[in-house]
Nanobody, 117 residues
């Protein structure tokens, strides 16, 4: 089993910053990618950012230039530095780990990010 524990969500004003962290533990023998997804009320879950073991990254167009993903392979952690937050960034953010590119992978319990004045 794989466990993912997220931290760092909260309430922030527009233009503010937050840093999300996710720590993975359990039976992990390989990691293809770690990343972050989010789901706003009434919307589907969407990719925010993902970093593969190769070092390549994917970002949603809506967060490019504002969010930065980083990974510590040795510690099996992934972070999401979010700056210039907007109300439309409000969502539950989920950490995702894929051992292989063909699987949906494992999910954390989610952490709420609310951007509001």
């Amino acid at each position: 089993q794989v466990q993912l524990v997220e931290s760092g969500g909260g309430l922030v004003q527009p233009g503010g910053s937050l840093r999300l962290s996710c720590a993975a533990s359990g039976s992990i023998f390989s990691i293809y990618s770690m990343g972050w997804y989010r789901q706003a009320p009434g919307k589907e879950r969407e990719l925010v950012a993902r970093k593969r073991n190769s070092g390549s990254t994917d970002y949603a167009d809506s967060v490019k230039g504002r969010f930065t993903i980083s990974r510590d392979n040795a510690e099996r952690t992934v972070h999401l530095q979010m700056t210039g937050l907007k109300p439309e960034d409000t969502a539950v953010y989920y950490c995702n780990l894929r051992r292989y590119d063909w699987e949906n992978g494992y999910w954390g319990q989610g952490t709420q990010v609310t951007v509001s004045s």
